[in-house]
């Protein structure tokens, strides 16, 4: 395989991953030599930007990928636009030998590479018939052994699943137009697209650029672990505050980039799982497997942001249906060093009893309230572009579709249930007027969206969504 010239090698701008040690809530990454890490200088962010190309034994992986979307970067139609993919992959794909790649950043650029070919040969008969007739009707049932036998070796070389994920498709799906310049809107490209549309381009680099400020709040997050086990109230607001405005500048990128859903429906199709989708009606069999593969797609899971506030907060005994973003299995298909980090938050969380402990005083549960209001925020604009991706024709069949739109929907109008419940419980008077107008703010949101929520829970039938909640 050839070397990696300056065009090809990726920045090392980014800080490599440390061990988060926080006294006895300290965590250290299982995998530190993964490109997927965690840490309180990338939070979720690879510890190195992705490798774009990759090596030259694989070119013809690459140059499919590159003739895959339906339109391409230079205008013209790509192999999904007219349904000639499959084709190609079945004539002209190679069976590759990965068995003796190590690399963890070709690993990680292979990983992504053929999850995603997976899904857009696996859906593509699904995006045509949506084109068409707004339906799904079946994807692919079988995945060619040129596709299976590749990613299923790579997938247990990573320890992850072997089907496209959140973080794969987003924060590790990025180059820099301008290797020497910082992670901005502007200076970001994904490097694989499906549909090539403006919108799957936003989605893509505003995830990425959102994460920038995911080391801050992973910061946070340790910080209100620790400062509660040590009894440090003011220090515990403090790292309540710091991620109340972490999640704020988090939210500030998303509402820019992902405002309405306009044509998110041109590329969602490729975004669905195997697991319950009316388009797999048994899973997917690899061919070299005998046992179906059932997985949840992008479409049906959350950036690890949603995962880590819910597990932090103790959000998931908030509804009796379990209605979390994490609750579904969504944790065990991300990489192994985000499932241990969620894991442990999760478990100390639980055993500082984080939420009493902040609902023991007004201030902290004031801090408190501001942090659910941009936890809020994030997870109402995932609802709305969920509920939106879909024509209601085309969702009308698909019991699986509502069934999970039904959960989403409780779980945000639970979170603005307990804004509401605390609000209630607390001393405002005591309360800085600055704080006390801050926390009514987000309380007034709350309310406004308790409300429309409840109507659609009501009425099950749908309804133009509130705009300005979304950009709240």
Not at 150 to 158: F, K
Not at 363 to 391: C, F, H, K, M
Request: proline residues 5%; charged residues 20%; hydrophobic residues 40%.
């Amino acid at each position: 395989m050839r070397g990696f010239t300056k065009a090809h090698h990726p920045a090392a701008a980014i800080t490599n991953a440390k061990s988060i040690q926080t006294s006895s809530v300290g965590w250290t990454n299982p995998n530190p030599g993964s490109e997927l890490t965690v840490s309180t200088q990338n939070g979720f962010l690879p510890r190195r930007d992705p490798l774009p190309v990759l090596p030259s034994y694989f070119e013809k992986l690459d140059e499919i990928l590159h003739e895959m979307p339906v339109h391409k970067a230079d205008g013209t139609f790509g192999l999904l636009h007219t349904g000639r993919l499959g084709a190609c992959i079945e004539r002209e794909l190679p069976m590759y030998d990965v068995e003796f790649v190590f690399d963890q950043r070709i690993l990680a650029a292979l990983y992504r590479d053929y999850s995603v070919l997976a899904s857009a040969y696996l859906l593509e008969p699904c995006d045509i018939q949506f084109r068409l007739a707004r339906n799904y009707g079946l994807a692919r049932r079988i995945l060619p052994a040129n596709i299976a036998v590749p990613l299923d070796t790579i997938a247990r070389r990573l320890n992850q699943k072997p089907f496209l994920e959140h973080s794969t498709f987003t924060f590790y799906n990025y180059r820099r137009k301008d290797q020497d310049q910082p992670i901005s809107l502007d200076n970001l490209e994904p490097i694989r697209k499906f549909s090539g549309c403006e919108k799957e381009h936003n989605f893509i680099v505003g995830h990425v650029a959102a994460a920038q400020h995911t080391g801050a709040i992973v910061s946070a997050a340790m910080d209100i672990l620790r400062h509660s086990q040590n009894g440090h109230r003011p220090e515990f607001n403090q790292a309540l505050r710091q991620y109340t405005n972490a999640m704020g500048s988090v939210n500030e990128i998303l509402a820019q980039t992902l405002k309405g859903c306009g044509d998110y429906a041109s590329f969602r199709t490729f975004l669905n799982g195997c697991k319950t989708q009316s388009m797999f009606s048994s899973g997917v069999l690899f061919e070299t497997h005998s046992a179906a593969h059932k997985y949840l797609g992008v479409a049906q899971s959350s950036s690890p942001i949603a995962s880590l506030s819910t597990h932090l907060f103790q959000l998931s005994s908030l509804s009796p249906r379990g209605s979390l973003p994490c609750a579904d299995g969504v944790d065990l298909l991300r990489a192994p060093n985000f499932r241990s980090f969620l894991s442990h938050v999760d478990g100390q969380a639980r055993s500082l009893a984080i939420q009493s402990y902040a609902l023991r005083s007004s201030e902290s549960s004031a801090e408190y309230i501001l942090s659910l209001g941009q936890i809020l925020t994030y997870r109402y604009r995932q609802w709305a572009n969920l509920r939106d991706s879909v024509p209601i024709q085309s969702a009308k069949d698909d019991a699986a579709f509502f069934e999970y739109l039904d959960i989403q929907t409780n779980h945000v109008r639970d979170i603005a249930e307990l804004i509401a419940r605390t609000h209630a419980n607390m001393d405002n008077e005591s309360l800085a007027s600055s704080l006390r107008t801050k926390t009514e703010a987000v309380v007034h949101h709350a309310e406004m969206v308790r409300r429309s929520l409840e109507r659609i829970l009501d009425t099950q039938e749908p309804s133009p969504l509130p705009v300005s909640m979304i950009a709240y």
